[in-house]
């Protein structure tokens, strides 16, 4: 690959690197680029991994020393959507794309729903059928962030919303923290099945590191209501972009 090629997929991960940041979707980027230069579906995703992974690093550190201390929240529910990102990543297989697409628009506009009018918390929140509940949501969600990153943050972010009920800027550091900690694990499966490309991921890690670094800024100085507009527009693109393309 040419140093053009090369430059090109660090601008494409340092887009997906504050997208992934404030909202999710940024692997709907990562991955066509990669796939663009000759990578396969499966090898694509794997190398994905080494970006987010990185990625998070930086979104979870750069969140810490700006007083979002929230690694304590994602730090159970990251490991317990570890255990499902073991099953989603040994049954990552092609899947039927047009159909995935559709279920992502789909899970994409409720999503705007839950950001315009953040739902109400059941009184019975603390309730053990709602921690049990909890705990099978992130568990569910962490079988498809290891099947297929793509979309994930916009499901942990609903999730995340419904159950602990956090402003948006805390929820993304929770987010943030719970990704780094499943796609440890997952890299790790992907590494062990030759399916990772190390050059074209790590020059894809450094722009996500970069985007992930700027997000943090911009998602602290902005605040909530900036961030509220940035993810509905995020949402919005991606939810048409599943239904057309």
């Known amino acids: 690959m040419d140093i053009l090629g090369y430059l090109l997929i660090y601008a494409g991960g340092a887009l997906a690197g504050i997208i992934n ?11 066509p680029i990669l796939m663009f230069y000759g990578l396969p579906a499966d090898l694509a995703n ?29 730090l159970p529910l990251g490991i317990v959507a570890a255990c499902g990102a073991v ?40 309730g053990k059928g709602m921690v049990i509940l909890k705990y099978i949501a992130f568990f ?4 498809y962030g290891g ?7 916009f499901l942990l972010i609903t999730a995340i919303t419904f159950f602990i009920g956090t402003d948006l ?26 399916l990772v490309n190390v050059p074209l991921g790590i020059m894809l890690a450094l722009g996500n590191m970069t985007g992930a670094y700027l997000a943090v800024k911009l998602a602290i100085s902005k605040g909530i209501k900036f961030l509220k507009l940035f993810l509905i527009a995020v949402v919005i693109v991606n939810a048409i ?5």
């Not at 991994?49 to 994602?74: H, T, W, Y």
């Not at 800027?169 to 890299?187: D, E, F, P, Q, W």
């Not at 972009?241 to 393309?245: D, K, N, S």
């Open 21 to 31: 940041t404030l909202a999710g979707g940024g692997s709907m980027i990562t991955l």
């Open 46 to 74: 794997g190398t994905n991994r080494i970006a987010i992974l990185l990625q998070n690093i930086v979104g979870v550190s750069s969140f810490e020393r700006k007083g979002v201390k929230a690694f304590k929240i994602s």
């Open 87 to 126: 099953i989603g990543s040994f049954i990552a297989v092609d899947l039927n794309e047009d159909l995935l697409n559709k279920v992502i628009g789909i899970i994409l506009v409720i999503m705007v729903i839950f950001v315009i009018k953040k739902p109400k918390v059941s009184s019975n929140i603390n």
């Open 140 to 143: 569910g969600l962490g079988i």
């Open 147 to 153: 099947f297929i990153q793509a979309g994930i943050g």
């Open 169 to 194: 800027i805390k929820t993304n550091a929770i987010k943030v923290g719970i990704v780094l900690i499943y796609t440890c694990i997952s890299l790790i499966i992907f590494f062990y099945n030759g």
């Open 241 to 245: 972009r599943a239904f057309l393309f």
